[in-house]
């Protein structure tokens, strides 16, 4: 059984910076996958940035260059630095654990709230 405990989320103003924490505990797979995903009102929930076991990131184009994906694998907690931030940043940001075989198999965090506005 795998948890993951995200911290970090809050209301921050544009242009303002926030950083994410997303601590796993339990049996975890030496290979994984960890990354962050967001859902904002009446969307769908999407891919933010991802990043290997190994250090490989992911991170989409609405975002690169002002967030950054990071990771302490002695730790098993994942990181998203989030700088420049705007309005339509505003979402339930959700983390995500991929592991096994194919990594087929994932855990998601219960969510954390982060609100952009003046």
């Known amino acids: 059984q795998v948890q993951l405990v995200e911290s970090g989320g809050g209301l921050v103003q544009p242009g303002g910076s926030l950083r994410l924490s997303c601590a796993a505990s339990g049996s975890i797979f030496s290979f994984n996958v960890m990354g962050w995903y967001r859902q904002a009102p009446g969307k769908e929930r999407e891919l933010v940035a991802a990043?290997?076991?190994?250090?490989?990131?992911n991170v989409v184009d609405s975002v690169k260059g002002r967030f950054t994906i990071s990771r302490d694998n002695a730790k098993n907690t994942v990181y998203l630095q989030m700088n420049s931030l705007r309005p339509e940043d505003t979402a339930v940001y959700y983390c995500?654990?991929?592991w096994g075989s194919g990594l087929s198999n994932e855990d998601w965090g219960q969510g954390t709230q982060v609100t952009v506005s003046s």
């Open positions: 990043i290997t076991s190994g250090g490989i990131t």
């Open positions: 995500q654990l991929r």
